[in-house]
């Protein structure tokens, strides 16, 4: 009898057990839920479905047949230890010895009053009752590992247990390669308590700890003994690496996508790396017998004593010393291996209409990705957007700039000589945030004026200079007035300036400031007056595409003077002071100076971890996954579903849309290229003079007042010398696109066509199948069916990972989708209660969508909506009118009514206004 393991599923809120694979199983064949599987060695943990209740599987456990002669058990419990598991994204019960920094405890409610008891160094506890799937039990969350003692055992909590001290070691740290660690992430030196430690000649003063305290016991974590028998990482060669070795790293690196993926291919880690991250965890699972002193283990953080770059030995009283090496940079310019054309790398559509008669490849839950993600076997399972093209000098920017100081004006000349001033805003989402740019977008500055606009004009009076950018002809004017007002008498002044503009534009200002000049001269004293050569009413809350009110009401004349400022309410969540303790910032350094820009969603754990439990951020400690999905969707990183791996996306600008010409740095970053950006002596000459061609705005993110996001970057370019500005980002590495927002969404289906879009099955993919099932008090739940041939969103219980599919009616195909757009299509299907027309509210003057939380956004959508403002989407203020709870929805900025519509037309979901 095998023994299984608890897995909490943290999508579906559901319990079942897993099994723990190891060399013995495999090549053998199991049965699970109705589908023969063969174990392999890319097989770490097998997730088992159970048809039982929380409540009954807790309390009795269960058992499975996996096959004649084997069967898997999962004892009954009463508390218990769970970790996150990277590649699974869900929590799985830990055995053993600690194996983390931070774990998450489930206890049944009679005996929390003793767990807090044991845990006593940590109060208070973070505690959160698990709701409906099971009553009578609470969570626990980020429990550090604790001294050990009898009742922590007795009540079933011994994986806490804080492991007997080891032989010096080092552990944690934002390790590159081998010995070989990223300044700023120095690893951490784990030693006996008694041991006096020397760093490069030098001793460590360290003050006495005699009792456990809360902040030992933050510092006493994961004893890591990378050096049994005096050997290290970069000691365990390939050749050092067994068969156990390569399935306990194979989901940390290759994964089933590749199960023989060779070492020395650069998108993934040497054998020898993998196998040090392997015998780290063994160790500290208590799988590996450890030497030492048998008093407690101490971790000293070389992180925190600023160590210059080089190599560094550490020594202690009985002689043994290890090596480390530490470089502030590798890479002068990004890198993203080359694996990825774009930060625009979203799934996009499969050709039509394409049968399947048996599975097609399960996509993991968290890529998020729309049913026309899903391929047939054997074929690519990612299909690529085209990235967009490439040019040199201000070509490469699409969006029309200009630069209007403080104390200067924007006057426009139009097509029949008249001289007008308009008066450039703040737009809303920027205004929130603190950011107030000089650069102006032109065309949304000017928007449909009639007469058209020809020259936008930055009028500095002092110095009796005009800089000015023409509006093409060709170029489509966006919908909607602004204010004006004449500007007459200004003319002479304008005509006798200093004028800077393309040569391209000399004959249309010579000719429009010939008319200029007879109109001024007919004018009447004053020159300012009110005209009606152009009407004008306020744009707030007209949005491109929407149609002016047709009521009948003639719109205002030319204001007769500059309109007030616009006053916002500061958005308490964004600060404008950098961050220096931000674990975003540490990990998305590390993993651009990494080889190929790329790790392990293991290492990845790893990293995360040591930075958060660094800066005494314990309670998201054990959020790697969400990190990897917050990274994703702001355009940092590209997650590898099928190998589980992140890989940096390429550096690019983004042209924010309605941003006032701000253009937000996303994709790789490592730290050189944060440092050149700002280094008016860079050695190449292109990079050290566009560094006075931009202002750098930082911005940082935050929830529950913890770092949500690495710091946003925004640059506001000098739009008088955007070409030298340009090139010194191409010395850089660092490309331009345009508006994302539009090509990711361009590139889906909208619900009604999915059928053309998705795959059709003419079989279901599994024999075990539930149906997703709205209850009468508004929750969902997956009920078990015999078939799938009516109406709804099905789920098939399969080995590698569930899958969905989606009937429209019963005379429709079965199409494979998705979860996250199959709940969206099922939801649609359910009777149309007030809380689901509130699914997609669109806040037309504020310029903000809520989607809600119940259902949760596909990741394209979720990337698209993230990339016009570089900000996460907050939890939103519940609709008027709703006895919903604050959170129920996410609010994403800087949405215009066309993309929220473009939205709704994807998910089969009106909005509401």
């Given at each position: 009898m095998l023994?299984?393991t608890l897995?909490?599923?943290?999508?579906?809120r559901?319990?079942g057990?897993?099994?723990?694979v190891?060399?013995?199983l495999w090549?053998s064949t199991i049965?699970?839920?109705?589908?023969?599987y063969?174990?392999?060695?890319?097989?770490l943990?097998?997730?088992?479905?159970?048809?039982?209740s929380?409540?009954?599987?807790?309390?009795?456990?269960e058992?499975?047949?996996l096959?004649?002669?084997?069967t898997?058990?999962l004892?009954?419990?009463?508390a218990?230890?769970l970790?996150e598991?990277?590649l699974?994204?869900?929590l799985v019960?830990?055995?053993?010895s600690?194996?983390?920094?931070s774990?998450?405890?489930?206890?049944r409610?009679?005996?929390?009053?003793?767990v807090?008891?044991?845990l006593a160094d940590?109060?208070?506890l973070n505690?959160?009752p698990v709701?409906?799937e099971?009553?009578?039990?609470?969570?626990i969350r980020a429990?550090?590992?604790t001294?050990d003692?009898a009742?922590?055992?007795a009540?079933?909590l011994?994986?806490?247990?804080?492991?007997?001290?080891s032989?010096l070691?080092?552990?944690g740290?934002?390790?590159l390669e081998?010995?070989l660690?990223?300044t700023?992430g120095?690893?951490?030196?784990v030693a006996?308590?008694?041991?006096?430690?020397i760093l490069?000649g030098?001793?460590?003063h360290?003050?006495?700890?005699p009792e456990p305290?809360?902040?030992?016991l933050?510092?006493?974590i994961e004893?890591?003994?990378?050096e049994?028998s005096?050997l290290?990482?970069?000691?365990?060669g390939?050749?050092d690496?067994g068969?156990?070795?390569?399935?306990?790293?194979v989901?940390?690196?290759?994964g089933?996508?590749?199960p023989?993926?060779?070492a020395?291919?650069?998108g993934?880690e040497t054998?020898?790396?993998e196998?040090?991250?392997?015998v780290?965890?063994?160790?500290r699972?208590?799988?590996v017998e450890?030497?030492?002193?048998?008093?407690?283990?101490v971790?000293?953080r070389l992180?925190d004593?600023?160590l210059?770059p080089?190599d560094?030995?550490?020594?202690?009283e009985?002689?043994?010393?290890v090596t480390f090496?530490?470089?502030a940079?590798?890479?002068?310019?990004?890198?993203?291996?080359?694996r990825?054309?774009s930060?625009l790398?979203?799934?996009a559509?499969q050709?039509?209409?394409?049968?399947?008669t048996?599975s097609?490849?399960?996509v993991?839950?968290a890529?998020?990705a729309?049913a026309?993600t899903?391929?047939p076997q054997?074929?690519?399972?990612?299909?690529?957007?085209p990235?967009?093209?490439?040019a040199t000098?201000?070509?490469s920017?699409r969006m029309l700039?200009?630069?209007?100081?403080p104390?200067?004006?924007?006057l426009?000349l139009?097509?029949?000589?008249?001289?007008?001033?308009?008066f450039?805003?703040?737009?809303?989402?920027?205004?929130?945030?603190g950011?107030?740019a000089a650069t102006?977008?032109v065309?949304?500055?000017?928007?449909?004026?009639d007469?058209?606009?020809?020259?936008?004009?930055?009028?500095?009076?002092?110095?009796?200079?005009c800089i000015?950018?023409?509006?093409?002809?060709d170029?489509?004017?966006?919908p909607?007035?602004v204010?004006?007002?004449p500007?007459?008498?200004?003319v002479g002044?304008?005509a006798s300036?200093?004028w800077?503009?393309?040569p391209?534009?000399?004959?249309?200002?010579?000719r429009?400031?010939s008319?200029?000049?007879?109109?001024a001269?007919?004018a009447?004293v004053?020159g300012r007056q009110?005209s009606d050569?152009?009407?004008?009413?306020?744009?707030?809350?007209?949005?491109p595409?929407r149609?002016?009110s047709?009521?009948?009401?003639r719109?205002p004349?030319?204001?007769t003077s500059?309109?007030?400022?616009?006053v916002?309410?500061?958005?308490?969540?964004?600060l404008s002071?950098?961050w220096a303790?931000n674990?975003y910032?540490?990990v998305?350094?590390w993993?651009?100076?990494?080889r190929?820009?790329?790790?392990s969603?293991?290492?990845f754990?790893?990293?995360?971890?040591?930075?958060?439990e660094?800066y005494g951020?314990?309670?998201?400690?054990?959020?790697?996954r969400?990190?990897?999905s917050?990274?994703s969707?702001l355009?940092?990183?590209e997650?590898?579903w099928?190998?589980h791996?992140?890989?940096a996306?390429?550096?690019?600008?983004?042209?924010?849309?309605?941003s006032?010409?701000?253009?937000?740095?996303?994709?790789?970053?490592?730290?050189r290229?944060?440092?050149?950006?700002?280094d008016?002596e860079?050695?190449?000459?292109?990079v050290?003079?566009?560094?006075?061609l931009?202002t750098?705005?930082?911005?940082?993110?935050?929830?529950?007042?913890?770092p949500?996001?690495?710091t946003?970057?925004?640059l506001?370019?000098?739009?008088?010398?955007t070409?030298?500005?340009?090139?010194g980002l191409a010395?850089?590495?660092?490309?331009?696109t345009a508006?994302?927002?539009?090509?990711?969404?361009?590139?889906?289906p909208?619900?009604a066509e999915?059928?053309?879009s998705?795959?059709h099955?003419?079989?279901?993919?599994?024999?075990?199948i539930?149906r997703?099932r709205?209850?009468l008090s508004g929750?969902t739940?997956w009920?078990p069916?015999?078939?799938?041939?009516a109406p709804?969103?099905?789920?098939?219980r399969?080995?590698?990972?569930?899958?969905?599919?989606?009937?429209a009616?019963?005379?429709a195909?079965?199409l494979a989708?998705?979860?996250?757009?199959?709940?969206?299509?099922?939801?649609a299907?359910?009777?149309a209660t007030?809380?689901?027309l509130?699914r997609?509210?669109?806040?037309?003057?504020?310029?903000a969508?809520?989607a809600?939380?119940?259902l949760?956004?596909?990741?394209?959508?979720r990337?698209?909506?993230?990339?016009r403002?570089?900000?996460?989407?907050?939890p939103?203020?519940?609709?008027?009118g709703?006895?919903l709870d604050r959170?129920t929805h996410?609010?994403?900025r800087?949405i215009?009514?066309d993309?929220?519509?473009?939205?709704?037309?994807i998910?089969?979901r009106p909005?509401?206004h």
């Amino acid at each position: 009898m095998l023994r299984a393991t608890l897995m909490y599923d943290q999508w579906d809120r559901a319990f079942g057990g897993c099994l723990e694979v190891d060399e013995r199983l495999w090549g053998s064949t199991i049965h699970v839920a109705g589908e023969e599987y063969e174990l392999s060695g890319a097989d770490l943990r097998v997730p088992i479905p159970t048809a039982e209740s929380a409540s009954a599987l807790l309390s009795r456990g269960e058992s499975w047949a996996l096959r004649p002669g084997l069967t898997l058990r999962l004892a009954p419990t009463s508390a218990v230890v769970l970790h996150e598991d990277p590649l699974l994204g869900a929590l799985v019960q830990v055995r053993g010895s600690t194996a983390a920094r931070s774990y998450t405890v489930l206890v049944r409610d009679d005996l929390i009053a003793r767990v807090t008891e044991a845990l006593a160094d940590q109060a208070p506890l973070n505690t959160v009752p698990v709701g409906s799937e099971v009553s009578g039990w609470t969570w626990i969350r980020a429990v550090r590992p604790t001294a050990d003692s009898a009742e922590l055992r007795a009540l079933g909590l011994g994986s806490l247990a804080i492991a007997a001290s080891s032989p010096l070691a080092l552990d944690g740290g934002l390790q590159l390669e081998g010995r070989l660690y990223l300044t700023g992430g120095e690893p951490d030196i784990v030693a006996p308590d008694t041991a006096t430690i020397i760093l490069d000649g030098r001793e460590i003063h360290r003050p006495h700890r005699p009792e456990p305290s809360r902040q030992t016991l933050n510092d006493q974590i994961e004893s890591s003994v990378l050096e049994q028998s005096g050997l290290g990482p970069s000691d365990l060669g390939p050749s050092d690496v067994g068969p156990g070795d390569q399935a306990t790293v194979v989901g940390a690196g290759d994964g089933p996508g590749d199960p023989q993926a060779s070492a020395a291919d650069p998108g993934h880690e040497t054998a020898s790396e993998e196998a040090a991250v392997a015998v780290a965890a063994s160790v500290r699972a208590g799988s590996v017998e450890s030497r030492g002193s048998s008093g407690r283990a101490v971790t000293i953080r070389l992180a925190d004593l600023y160590l210059d770059p080089g190599d560094h030995e550490v020594l202690d009283e009985a002689g043994r010393t290890v090596t480390f090496s530490t470089v502030a940079h590798i890479r002068e310019t990004p890198d993203s291996g080359g694996r990825w054309s774009s930060v625009l790398d979203a799934l996009a559509p499969q050709p039509a209409n394409v049968t399947q008669t048996t599975s097609v490849t399960p996509v993991l839950r968290a890529s998020g990705a729309l049913a026309t993600t899903l391929v047939p076997q054997g074929e690519a399972g990612r299909i690529r957007l085209p990235p967009p093209r490439q040019a040199t000098g201000a070509s490469s920017l699409r969006m029309l700039r200009s630069r209007v100081w403080p104390n200067r004006r924007a006057l426009v000349l139009r097509e029949d000589g008249s001289l007008v001033e308009v008066f450039p805003d703040t737009e809303p989402w920027l205004g929130e945030i603190g950011l107030r740019a000089a650069t102006v977008d032109v065309l949304r500055t000017v928007r449909s004026m009639d007469p058209r606009p020809v020259l936008f004009i930055e009028y500095a009076a002092r110095a009796a200079r005009c800089i000015a950018v023409e509006i093409p002809s060709d170029a489509v004017l966006m919908p909607g007035q602004v204010p004006w007002m004449p500007a007459t008498d200004l003319v002479g002044a304008v005509a006798s300036a200093t004028w800077q503009a393309d040569p391209s534009a000399d004959a249309a200002r010579r000719r429009l400031l010939s008319l200029a000049l007879q109109q001024a001269r007919s004018a009447p004293v004053g020159g300012r007056q009110p005209s009606d050569a152009g009407r004008v009413g306020s744009h707030v809350g007209r949005q491109p595409g929407r149609q002016p009110s047709q009521s009948g009401t003639r719109t205002p004349a030319a204001i007769t003077s500059a309109p007030a400022p616009a006053v916002f309410d500061p958005r308490d969540d964004v600060l404008s002071d950098a961050w220096a303790q931000n674990p975003y910032d540490d990990v998305l350094g590390w993993l651009c100076e990494r080889r190929s820009a790329s790790a392990s969603m293991a290492s990845f754990a790893q990293a995360w971890s040591w930075a958060c439990e660094r800066y005494g951020l314990t309670s998201i400690a054990d959020r790697s996954r969400l990190a990897i999905s917050r990274l994703s969707d702001l355009g940092f990183i590209e997650p590898d579903w099928s190998r589980h791996r992140i890989n940096a996306a390429p550096a690019c600008l983004i042209e924010l849309p309605a941003s006032s010409g701000l253009l937000l740095l996303a994709g790789a970053r490592p730290p050189r290229l944060l440092e050149r950006i700002v280094d008016d002596e860079d050695a190449n000459e292109a990079v050290a003079h566009a560094t006075g061609l931009w202002t750098i705005h930082r911005r940082v993110q935050t929830i529950d007042d913890l770092p949500a996001a690495p710091t946003a970057i925004y640059l506001e370019l000098d739009t008088a010398h955007t070409p030298d500005a340009l090139d010194g980002l191409a010395a850089l590495g660092v490309h331009t696109t345009a508006d994302p927002a539009s090509r990711i969404l361009a590139s889906l289906p909208a619900a009604a066509e999915i059928s053309n879009s998705a795959i059709h099955l003419t079989a279901s993919p599994a024999q075990d199948i539930e149906r997703r099932r709205l209850s009468l008090s508004g929750t969902t739940d997956w009920s078990p069916v015999s078939h799938d041939s009516a109406p709804g969103l099905y789920r098939y219980r399969l080995v590698r990972g569930d899958q969905y599919a989606w009937r429209a009616t019963p005379d429709a195909p079965l199409l494979a989708v998705t979860r996250s757009i199959g709940v969206w299509l099922d939801d649609a299907r359910q009777q149309a209660t007030s809380e689901q027309l509130r699914r997609l509210v669109h806040h037309t003057g504020a310029r903000a969508l809520d989607a809600s939380t119940q259902l949760g956004l596909p990741w394209p959508i979720r990337r698209a909506l993230t990339l016009r403002t570089g900000l996460l989407p907050t939890p939103g203020e519940p609709p008027a009118g709703t006895a919903l709870d604050r959170g129920t929805h996410h609010t994403y900025r800087n949405i215009d009514y066309d993309t929220a519509e473009q939205v709704g037309r994807i998910l089969g979901r009106p909005l509401l206004h």
